[in-house]
């Protein structure tokens, strides 16, 4: 039929410019001061599929290093899509002390390596940062993000 | 059941047309505007892939393989989908741009989704591959072994190879009709056992659940159309209408009417130059389907084909019993008055292409004024020719017969001018065997007919799919 490349053509150019418009409006960074989760309770993504939430559970204990009692809490775990991550920390006085993973399940081992070389990397960057604002591991998106947003719950518990 | 030999049976020139349901109007602008909404679609598929995409992974190890890998997924499967789509028989599509057409676009486009899919195929593996650091062949073993559903994925994708390659026009033509035909149809199995990978692992779905709702949508509309159009409403008219076989009469050497009887005739909404697909269970009849115009409107209860001996379908047809039952999908077809845009029209047909022509003339509006043009090799061989000459009568039209071998008689620009002096004021159908058409439509072009009075209706080409 005559002009049919001109509506095909016309419908994707209106369908990608509508896509685009609707992610540009819509888009939240990855942990910037202003987080979805500062406050409040896991997005979405932690309510589908295997989560596992974790009561947190608040230790008080000696003070580790720079004064203060430290208290410890689990994050619940996030679902970052490839697994479930859950991180535990520590904070005394209100220094983080410690950042480690409390679990980690992946869906396939590829997605286990991953994780594997990027939580050294993010636990020294919150250690640095000593927040949880840091920036995603290279290649390792989504379990930066299940792992910001889980320890990002749990310091919001630990500050409140 | 009547008698075999009523003379009072066969449709007659000079009954004024029963009523029943005229066929739909196409409508253009519904065609026109399904295209956009598949180009939105298409637009939209793209973009969700490049927006779920982060800097961070583009710029990771095997990140740049990954996504184009991605990319060339949802490109390369989408468009099998609209793919699937040309050939679900959807009426309001078919109706304007024609059972042929459709079929022309399929083949057009068949190139497209599997080289798509198979570069899929090949930078996933190869980004994963540079992400894990590891070698290419390795990572094919670690995508097979570890990921169930890639591995069913690539089975459907080998699939769909082979079953693309068979329809290599230098292979199927050496294939007998039903063996491509069911090879083709693995198609279908080759799409599902891709869907299960797509949601699990694609990049650009995990985590984003307006891009997995997009998906859904897609897959449920095409299945539900496919199921729909393709499936389920060739077997409700069947299943309504309840055609049987009533009587076989020859018409001249080689070439055979079957009249067939059904219910509610009256609402099959046929236009005259328009087929059916017709499956006549009878034993060695039964598992195909071959196009047959009708050579006549329907005259409830009663319908015409005819058809003439050219293998081993169609010579099959003369020994058909009366009570056999058949099956139909259609009406299909633009060879019709619907296309008509001159208020009179040229009708040139050779041999077995009478049959639509004789359909179409009964059909046309009033004031036609149709010359007709009928081209055989013997005199016998123009069938059905004392009906057309007297349907030619009563719209006050020409009737022109050219009976001899190709070097006595043809037609060329001196003939038809001759015949038809006004023939850039008409409308032109030509129908017959695909070298006739093609000639005649050829000349007709070179005479400076413009391609919209051109209606062109090609016998024994493999139509269905």
New interface residues.
């Given amino acids: 039929m005559k002009r049919s490349p001109a509506f095909i053509a016309a419908g994707a150019i209106t369908g990608f410019t509508g896509v685009l418009i609707a992610h540009a409006g819509a888009r939240v960074p990855l942990a910037s001061g202003s987080h979805p989760l500062a406050g409040g309770s896991p997005g979405s993504s932690a309510s589908a599929g295997a989560s596992r939430p974790a009561a947190p559970a608040a230790h008080g204990g000696t003070g580790a290093g720079s004064g203060g009692p430290a208290h410890t809490v689990v994050g619940p775990g996030v679902n970052f899509g490839y697994g479930t991550i859950a991180v535990r920390v520590t904070v005394a006085g209100h220094r983080i002390v410690s950042v480690r993973v409390a679990s980690l399940s992946t869906l396939e081992p590829t997605s286990q390596q991953i994780s594997y070389q990027a939580i050294p990397i993010l636990r020294s960057e919150v250690l640095s940062a000593q927040s949880a604002s840091i920036n995603a591991v290279s290649g390792a998106t989504y379990t930066s993000e299940g792992y910001d947003r889980s320890l990002q719950v749990a310091l919001d518990q630990l500050h409140a | 059941m009547p008698a075999a030999s009523g003379s009072r049976r066969r449709p007659s020139a000079r009954r004024p047309p029963p009523r029943y349901e005229p066929a739909a109007t196409p409508r253009?602008g519904l065609?026109?505007?399904a295209?956009?909404?598949?180009?939105?679609?298409?637009?939209?598929v793209?973009?969700?892939t490049i927006?779920s995409e982060?800097g961070?992974?583009f710029?990771?190890?095997?990140?740049v393989a990954t996504f184009v890998g991605s990319l060339t997924g949802m490109v390369g499967t989408y468009l099998a989908m609209v793919m699937v789509l040309l050939v679900s028989r959807i009426p309001f599509v078919e109706r304007?741009?024609g059972h042929d057409?459709l079929l022309r676009w399929h083949r057009w486009l068949a190139p497209w989704p599997i080289s798509l899919l198979v570069a899929h195929a090949v930078f996933i593996t190869a980004g994963?591959a540079q992400?894990?650091r590891t070698g290419l062949w390795h990572q094919v073993g670690?995508l097979l072994r570890?990921?169930p559903d890639v591995l069913i994925a690539t089975v459907g994708l080998g699939l769909m190879c082979l079953a693309g390659s068979i329809s290599i026009r230098a292979i199927r033509r050496r294939v007998r009709r039903e063996v491509w035909w069911s090879v083709h149809l693995v198609m279908y199995l080759a799409l599902g056992l891709s869907f299960a990978h797509v949601l699990?692992?694609g990049p650009a779905f995990?985590?984003h659940?307006l891009t997995q709702a997009v998906w859904w949508l897609i897959w449920m509309a095409t299945v539900g159309l496919v199921l729909g159009y393709r499936i389920g409403l060739p077997v409700v008219r069947s299943m309504r209408h309840r055609l049987q076989v009533v009587e076989v009469r020859p018409e001249g050497p080689g070439v055979v009417s079957v009249v067939c009887s059904g219910q509610h005739l009256e609402k099959l909404a046929v236009s005259g130059g328009q087929f059916f697909c017709w499956r006549f269970l009878a034993r060695g009849m039964w598992w195909h389907s071959h196009p047959y115009s009708l050579s006549a409107l329907p005259q409830p209860p009663y319908l015409r084909l005819t058809v003439k001996n050219s293998g081993d379908h169609s010579a099959a047809m003369a020994t058909l019993r009366p009570g056999t039952k058949i099956m139909i999908e259609g009406p299909y077809g633009t060879f019709t008055r619907h296309v008509q845009q001159h208020r009179r029209v040229v009708l040139i047909a050779a041999g077995i292409g009478v049959t639509a022509l004789r359909a179409l003339l009964e059909d046309l509006p009033r004031g036609s004024q149709p010359v007709v043009i009928l081209r055989a090799s013997r005199q016998e061989d123009l069938v059905l020719g004392s009906e057309v000459r007297a349907l030619v009568k009563h719209a006050h039209g020409w009737y022109h017969e050219l009976v001899g071998s190709r070097e006595e008689v043809s037609i060329n620009g001196r003939t038809l001018r001759r015949l038809v002096p006004d023939l850039d004021r008409r409308d032109v159908y030509i129908c017959g065997p695909e070298g006739f058409v093609t000639g005649v439509a050829d000349l007709v072009r070179w005479l400076g007919i413009p391609a919209e009075a051109i209606a062109e209706a090609i016998h024994h080409e493999a139509f269905a799919l």
């Fill in positions: 253009p065609v026109q505007a295209l956009a909404v598949v180009g939105v679609g298409l637009g939209a793209t973009a969700l927006t982060t961070a992974q710029t990771a190890a095997g990140g304007v741009l057409g994963y992400a894990a670690v570890q990921y699990a692992i995990v985590g659940p």
